[in-house]
């Protein structure tokens, strides 16, 4: 496993996701508003229904490694906001923003990814015309 | 008699043993790799200056939200009446029709609850039926029509359902189901549909016979529909590029009072667009929620 320097922040922000606009379940599981940034490298992208489910390796300052499972709406829905099939391969270096679950597991939703070769995603949601990047 | 868009050139296809008019021309080109053409999200707002008559009796083409791809999401339930807790969007409902409803446990809405306490029957992927069609994640959706019917393709799950228009009249509804030629005929999840030209450029249609309420709900935060349903669609072509496709539900087993639950403006989009699948699979669900929805629908520390 190559090395990877990874930072987590946490920030409680407005909403960048407007809840109508999730279509799958609801955003009761969320902790909505908040935000967090994860820098860490890719275990596992899968481009299906109901939706697409990223998987991170996520090292804290403290050492401990947390492996991050985070998710996008369904293909068709992602697509127009730049999201394929390749956008994550294994071992790729990513920061993703995500609003975690309320549950304090590390889970969350796609609000933005910068992707390995430098390309800037929005929500991986129906939302990516009307929202702005963190 | 073929019923299309009219435009420079014409190619006849026979989909559902219905011929159709595929426009070619007239739409702007969106991102197109080798030929397939990805949906056009960004168009320019129909004006007085770009705006084209609509033909008549027509709704043949390829169409979807005009406020864009979420708009048609409705994740917080019908489109006129948000399950938002606000008084004008309360549903009149029945006292039956309310005992379902609180026997729904969705996970969208006022009294959404965590994904491991839900019981809504798309998440086994039941199928939607009518009219809950017309209310979850519609998005690009196809009108195909000949002389005797007309066929709306729903993009999400490839559904797809035929209101007849032939002359053809609406059954009888009967406890069971509907009464065709004397004989009790099965209710089904699209119900059993007849449509009429109102005017040149106002398609009504009439739907009956559907599920039963323990089987389909009417959204996603779990307002009930039953059996007793008559869902009236009005379809207003407005100009070349807009339709406005509205629904009125008239359910007495669930609601006091026949209500609007939807009027939504939809946009031509070009018939050649590549329609991604958007689809239920049981295994693929089972895999999510084992990776990702029990968990993030769980309570309690990590």
Known sequence: MRARRVIVSIATVGLLVQAPLIAHHGAAAYDVGKKVVLKGTVKEWIYSNPHCLLTLEVKGEDGQVVRWIVEGQAPNVVFPAGYRKDTFTFGDEVTVTVEPVKNGRPLGRILAAVTADGQTLGAASSGFTTQTLP | MLE????????????????????????????????????????????????????????????????????????????????????????????????????????????????????????????????????????????????????????YDNRWRIIWTDGRRLPKLVDGGVEIGGELREPRFFGYSVGRWVDDY???????????????????????????????????????????????????????????????????????????????????QENYNKLFGADAGSKGAP
């Open chain 2, 202 to 284: 106002t398609f009504e249609s009439q739907t009956i016979g559907v599920m039963p309420d323990d089987r389909v709900w009417l959204d996603s935060t779990g307002r009930p529909i039953s059996e007793k349903a008559r869902i009236t669609e009005t379809f207003r072509r407005v100009d070349y590029d807009t339709l406005v496709w509205s629904e009125t539900i008239d359910d007495p087993k669930v609601y006091t009072r026949p209500w609007e639950a939807m009027r939504m403006t939809f946009r031509l989009h070009d018939p050649r667009t590549d329609v991604q699948e958007y689809y239920c699979s049981p295994s693929e």
């Open chain 2, 4 to 155: 299309g868009v009219p435009q420079m050139r014409s190619l006849v296809l026979g989909i559902l043993g219905v011929a159709i008019v595929f426009a070619g021309d007239g739409f702007a080109q969106t991102s197109s790799p080798d030929g397939w053409l990805n949906p056009d999200w960004n168009k320019p707002a129909i004006t007085a200056a770009n705006r084209k008559p609509a033909p008549r009796r027509s709704l043949a083409g390829m169409w979807a939200p005009a406020e864009g791809p979420g708009a048609g999401t409705q994740a917080q339930g019908v489109q006129l009446k948000p399950n938002n807790g606000r008084p004008e969007n309360e549903l009149p409902y029945t006292p039956y029709g309310l005992q379902l409803y609180r026997s729904h446990h969705a996970l969208e809405g006022k009294d959404a609850v965590l994904p491991a306490q839900d019981n809504d029957p798309r998440n086994r992927c039941e199928p939607l039926g009518v009219p809950r069609s017309n209310h979850y994640n519609i998005r690009l959706t196809q009108f195909f029509q000949d002389e005797y019917k007309m066929a709306i393709l729903y993009h």
